[in-house]
T-cell receptor, first 112, second 113 residues
Framework: QKEVEQNSGPLSVPEGAIASLNCTYS??????FFWYRQYSGKSPELIMS????GDKEDGRFTAQLNKASQYVSLLIRDSQPSDSATYLC????????????FGTGTRLQVTL | SAVISQKPSRDICQRGTSLTIQCQVD?????MFWYRQQPGQSLTLIAT?????????ESGFVIDKFPISRPNLTFSTLTVSNMSPEDSSIYLC??????????FGPGTRLLVL
């Protein structure tokens, strides 16, 4: 079983809609969770971090964490074509000295 | 956050040769990381490089193939040794500036012929 799993997509949403990206993880002692955005040919860029159960909002982005169900999600409201990218979920496990484990990423396409 | 630069940004190399990639950060950081991202794949951690100690390598990566230096708190190098076409990848360094998260450099795109 992969440690961090994401649907590879592509996830296609129309402009202005809500994009919902999901990530599940296997290690119950995972403590920190991150979403990175990666445009084609570019390096990953940190969008959101979340540490506690519940929702965390930053502009059009909302991260949701449910440790009991071992999933973390990212909602993008009012999706724009510029949001088209691959979104990587990353998990830090307790006691691993900041080491992150990445999922394979979900490719998001926002259509006009 | 941190401003990170990498050199070279890209290179084309012949098999059997070695390439050293440099990573420079604009502030002192304890922890630096080296990743590989093969075409169409996610990021795989190669090693963690802490200043003043030997790098810690992940399963499947060895020091003879990927020697790492960390001479100070703002700089690190990764060498890809005795390259083969399978080493063609993007190599990324990242830093943790103490906020328990990581920021990535722009990457080095390597093609081995």
């Amino acid at each position: 079983q992969k440690e961090v799993e994401q649907n590879s997509g592509p996830l296609s949403v129309p402009e202005g809609a809500i994009a919902s990206l999901n990530c599940t993880y296997s290690d119950r002692v995972s403590q920190s969770f991150f979403w990175y955005r990666q445009y084609s040919g570019k390096s990953p860029e940190l969008i959101m971090s979340i540490y506690s159960n519940g929702d965390k909002e930053d502009g059009r982005f909302t991260a949701q964490l449910n440790k009991a169900s071992q999933y973390v999600s990212l909602l993008i409201r009012d999706s724009q074509p510029s949001d088209s990218a691959t979104y990587l979920c990353a998990v830090k496990v307790t006691g691993t000295a900041s080491k992150l484990t990445f999922g394979t990423g979900t490719r998001l396409q926002v259509t006009l | 956050s941190a401003v990170i630069s990498q050199k070279p940004s890209r290179d084309i190399c012949q098999r059997g040769t070695s390439l050293t990639i440099q990573c420079q950060v604009d502030s002192q950081v304890t922890m630096m990381f080296w990743y590989r991202q093969q075409p169409g794949q996610s990021l795989t951690l190669i090693a963690t490089a802490n200043q003043g100690s030997e790098a810690t390598y992940e399963s499947g990566f060895v020091i003879d193939k990927f020697p790492i230096s960390r001479p100070n708190l703002t700089f690190s190098t990764l060498t890809v040794s005795n390259m083969s076409p399978e080493d063609s990848s993007i190599y990324l360094c990242s830093v943790d500036p103490g906020a328990e998260t990581q920021y990535f450099g722009p990457g080095t795109r390597l093609l081995v012929l």
